[in-house]
Nanobody, 118 residues
């Protein structure tokens, strides 16, 4: 059973930066892709970014140009570099592994809290 452990969240002022990490137990390369989702208080969980097995990336529109998803296959670690943070980026951020054979979401981490003050 794969486990995902996020870290790097915290409190930051608007305009600041944070780098989230997600340590994967086992090889990260076996998954069809890896995703970051987030959930703000009182709101539904939403997609933030995705990186495929071959490194192709996708972003939700509101973070494009500010966030960068990347991975280190050798370290089995997924990253999310977040720059120019805004108060609306506040929420719990989750790392998600997709199934090896397709993009269906399979395993979620426990989440790391990001709070952006204005």
């Amino acid at each position: 059973q794969v486990q995902l452990v996020e870290s790097g969240g915290g409190l930051v002022q608007a305009g600041g930066s944070l780098r989230l990490s997600c340590q994967v137990s086992g090889s990260i390369f076996i998954f069809h892709g890896m995703d970051w989702y987030r959930q703000a208080p009182g709101k539904e969980r939403e997609f933030v970014a995705r990186i495929s097995r071959d490194g192709t990336t996708e972003y939700r529109g509101s973070v494009k140009g500010r966030f960068t998803i990347s991975k280190d296959n050798a370290k089995s670690t997924l990253y999310l570099q977040m720059n120019s943070l805004k108060p609306e980026d506040t929420g719990a951020y989750y790392c998600v592994a997709e199934r090896p054979q397709d993009a269906e979401l399979m395993t979620w981490g426990q989440g790391t809290q990001v709070t952006v003050s204005s």
